[in-house]
């Protein structure tokens, strides 16, 4: 349930002209008072489901994506990384690691320093593949991840370029843009929320004694 009278349905439906099934997702539109739908459930509303219903989409292998994006990311990027898993379901493996790709790069722009900086040129802020080694040279990403960071260039430039990715590619990436997000953005909130359940503890302690 949505906005406290919204109801949800799966609802199991046949095509009465191929006799072909689909379930769809559907979402009540409208209800004036907010109870009939309640009341009398998808099943025994009477007269057409759609003046009461609209369809959100349909139920299909894509739901069966089980990568759920780290915590804590930025909009953009969990949208991006949900995109790419739900590729990977669907056995999209060029889709899926160029979503992955681009995880990556929206992640990895905000660390380049402003201004002038050595060996950091136009190409190189633009290019991800060019950006990353230059990020690992300076010590602004972590040696770990360095050996996985190369299917980026690789099976990267492969999926967006050439379409010649497979599964194996497309998890490679998936590994690593993993563990560079958990890195960037779920390490650091996780001991920030922590940290501040810790001062509000010892804030409540204070106030107690």
């Known amino acids: ?50 003046q009461w219903m609209r369809i959100e989409g349909i139920v299909s292998k894509k739901d069966d994506a089980s990568v759920e994006p780290p915590q804590h990311l930025p909009q953009s990027i969990e949208a991006a990384f949900r995109e790419g898993a739900m590729c990977l379901a669907v056995s999209c493996y060029n889709a899926a690691g160029t979503m992955f790709r681009l995880c990556v790069d929206l992640a990895t722009q905000s660390l380049l320093p402003e201004g002038e900086v050595t060996g950091l040129n136009p190409r190189v802020r633009r290019d991800l593949g060019l950006r990353l080694p230059w990020l690992f040279t300076n010590h602004i990403l972590p040696a770990a991840l360095h050996d996985l960071s190369t299917c980026i260039k690789d099976d990267g430039n492969d999926g967006a370029h050439a379409g010649t990715l497979g599964k194996e590619d497309a998890e490679d990436l998936l590994d690593f843009t993993t563990a560079l997000l958990e890195r960037l953005y779920t390490e650091p909130e996780v001991l920030k929320l922590a940290k501040e359940r810790r001062e509000a503890r010892r804030a409540e302690a204070r106030k107690d004694s």
């Not at 349930?1 to 439906?13: R, T, V």
């Not at 072909?20 to 997702?25: E, N, T």
């Not at 009341?39 to 489901?49: C, E, I, P, Q, S």
């Open 1 to 50: 349930m949505k906005y406290g009278w919204q109801q949800w349905y799966e609802a199991f439906c046949v095509c009465r002209h191929c006799r072909k099934a689909s379930i769809f997702v559907l979402a009540q539109a409208t209800d004036p008072d907010k109870t009939i739908v309640h009341r009398n459930g998808l099943v025994k509303l009477t007269g057409a489901v759609n």
